[in-house]
């Protein structure tokens, strides 16, 4: 990672994704800090970004579709579980 | 069945493993593997491994984290078939690559705004609905990626390695994704 503190709109959304997921140091939110102040499209970029990862991780971690297994599926697990304890 | 575990804490009973957690693994193998063949057959992986390493069970985690730490495992391992099938020339470029400037946005990338960002309610049937259609549309490679980083919070060294990937890989499809998904969303949801 580069040591200018002016980086441009494609080095500030790697820093914007990385820090969606905890993964950015001080110094690059820092210097991505400085680079949304000046940048309206880059601005934008990172709000919206933070309100994809807030749907996408709720719903993909709350709305599990909830099906069940069909009872001869699990039978058979249960078969094959017993054959290999024997 | 006698557990195998000399914890006193936690202990394994493979009898009621099916009933107990078969519905709860399916559902946790679903929302990261499209294909439900797949998901019945890794979950049925997941308790014959887990039978096989009932020795090395020491008692901590609950029964069923440990059953889901093994299970996270093969969902891994699927992905890196799913990974090896594609191959992997196409995520060695850059985010820049078709003749746009260098650093700045493409045109049909830059981002728009969405109006009713705030007006967003969550958990409705629709939105569900809106978001499943762009994680389907997904390729299946940046679906993996995304999937992974967002929702099973795996280290970016992790996934590299097991995808034979570089970190700068990785960041590269995770924005790519990011873009396709916002874009569909854009289109199915914000701008309606």
Known sequence: ?86 | MSNLSDSENNKLDPDRWIDLYADYLFNYTTSRIDDIEQAKDIVQETFLAALKAMKNYRGEASERTWLVSILKRKIIDQYRKMNSKKGKAEIRVSFYEEGGKKGKWLEECVPQSWGNEAEIEFETQELGVALNKCLEALPDKYKAVFKMKTIDNIETEEICNELNITASNLWVIIHRARLQLRKCMEESWFKK
């Open chain 1, 1 to 86: 990672m580069s040591r200018k503190l002016m980086i441009d709109c494609n080095e500030a959304s790697t820093i914007c994704d990385k820090s969606q997921y905890n993964e950015a140091n001080g110094w690059e939110k820092f210097k991505l800090r400085i680079h949304l102040f000046l940048c309206k499209k880059c601005s934008m970029y990172s709000e919206q970004n933070k309100l994809m990862t807030r749907i996408f991780c709720e719903h993909l971690l709350n709305h599990p579709d909830h099906i069940h297994l069909p009872e001869n599926v699990k039978d058979d697990f249960k078969s094959k579980l017993k054959k290999q304890v024997n």
